[in-house]
């Protein structure tokens, strides 16, 4: 019966209410995130960016010494050889770097959109970040771990913190 349609929507909205009603919590001061809006966009162009860019992104980002970095970019094919060896490069300098990986939707029949082995090679970890999808079209959580044919894939969130405080 707690499975059923009205008792899971009840508990969700319950749940969102909540939150609500916490009302908003101070920002950690041990996470920062390095966001492309729609200023730096202005700046450096459209998406997506030439990789040798990331590259300096990455680069900039590992100059203030973070105990881990995660890339939530799919990554999953080439561009050309001297941007690509460009963020390879800053990948595999930067410490404790974690990409992003997730269940595809292509019709070419990739069960997932992986890192260009490459970039794989080079990160420290890969994390998936499959989202779970309410009957609303809410999201209100991502699995720790999503099964795959090569066995679970952890969570990119949680390859991080593992990362920052092991």
Known sequence: VSLSFPVTT?????????????????ASAHVALVLIDDATLAQYGRWPWPRQL?????????????????????????????????LTRAIASAPNLVLATKISSSPQ??????????????????????????LDGMCRGIPLYEPSADGLRPA????????AAP
């Not at 992104?57 to 941007?83: C, M, R």
């Not at 959109?113 to 779970?132: L, M, N, T």
Request: glycine share 8%.
């Open 10 to 26: 009840l508990s969700q909205k319950l749940n969102d209410f909540y939150f609500r009603l916490r009302g908003q919590q101070p």
């Open 54 to 86: 990331l590259g300096r992104l990455i680069q900039a980002t590992s100059e203030a010494h973070p105990k881990a970095i995660g890339v939530d970019i799919l990554l999953p094919e080439a561009e050309d050889d001297l941007n690509d060896a460009a």
């Open 109 to 134: 029949g990739r069960l997932w959109v992986d890192p260009w082995p490459r970039f794989a090679g080079a990160a420290k970890s890969i994390g998936q970040v499959q989202a779970i999808i309410d």
């Open 156 to 163: 990119f969130a949680l390859l991080l913190a593992q990362l």
